[in-house]
């Protein structure tokens, strides 16, 4: 089974490069972020043509993501983290596909910082870890897929002294994504390549011609699916292509 994830920074605008990602990747299951529309906007007769069954959980402009599956209907579980009935931005969705609980996250980026923004990146960041706790303990495999804006380690960024002020780098930010792992979850590109200088993120098209990109996309494994890994990867090229995302989408192959 192939699992994926890509922030698509807008699902319209990049509705192209994604058929094209989908066609020559198929992944069994997709989880999307920044889709960034809502409602009879979101492209759905294109992706189910392709041969997806999909979930979305969207808003005019801002964030949504979205759960497509290759060969299974996702049975949805959850849209929203608990912990805040008041947060109405539309950064999480939870299903069931596959015989897996998959989950596509879109962290608050938290910038600037300090602010409130940054402030409600940590708030979500604890509901966030309140609840995948709660995943674990059902024993069900599961993936936490998406963009957690979060630069674990100075190796997963190009150089991080331009940057060291960035919600990304913080070390609250840091401290948050290493509680976040410590409660079991298996970060999978990671786990399989622990010193390869791997990005997923590049701010421009001449950062990505230089190759000074952050590692920000992640496919976080629960215990009782970790075992199970084959490989991952990252299809950069699809970064190098007309009109882009600034990510690249990563996956990972199970058994």
């Known amino acids: 089974m192939k699992i994926a994830t890509f922030n698509v920074n807008g699902i319209n605008g990049r509705l192209p490069r994604l058929l094209e990602w989908l066609e020559e990747s198929r992944p069994d299951v997709a989880c999307l972020q920044e889709i960034k529309t809502s409602g009879s906007r979101f492209p759905i007769a294109a992706l189910e043509a392709a041969g997806y069954h999909v979930l979305w959980h969207g808003q005019p402009s801002h964030h949504g993501v979205a759960i497509l599956a290759r060969g299974d209907i996702p049975r949805e579980r959850r849209r929203q ?10 950064r999480y969705l939870e299903a069931d596909v596959h015989g897996i609980t998959v989950a596509s996250v879109y962290l608050p980026n938290g ?8 402030d409600y990146k940590l708030a979500w960041f604890e509901r966030l870890i309140a609840h995948a706790a709660q995943l674990l303990e059902t024993g069900m495999p599961a993936v936490l897929a998406g963009d957690f804006n979060v630069v674990p380690t100075n190796a997963d960024i190009y150089n991080w002294w331009p ?20 409660q079991g979850w298996v970060d999978a590109t990671r786990h399989l390549h622990p010193d390869d200088r791997i990005y997923t993120f590049w701010v421009n098209e001449q950062a990505f011609l230089r190759d000074k990109g952050f590692r920000m996309d992640f496919l976080l494994l629960s215990a009782s699916l970790a075992p199970r890994l084959m490989a991952t990867g ?7 292509r007309d009109k882009p995302s600034d990510h690249a989408p990563v996956w990972i192959e199970c058994a």
């Open 81 to 90: 983290l608990p912990g805040d009935d008041l947060d109405l931005q539309a």
């Open 111 to 118: 910038n600037p910082q300090p602010g409130p923004k940054f």
């Open 163 to 182: 940057w060291q002020f960035d919600a990304v780098l913080q070390p609250e930010t840091r401290a948050a994504y290493a509680r976040l792992l410590a």
């Open 234 to 240: 990252v299809d950069r090229e699809h970064r190098g």
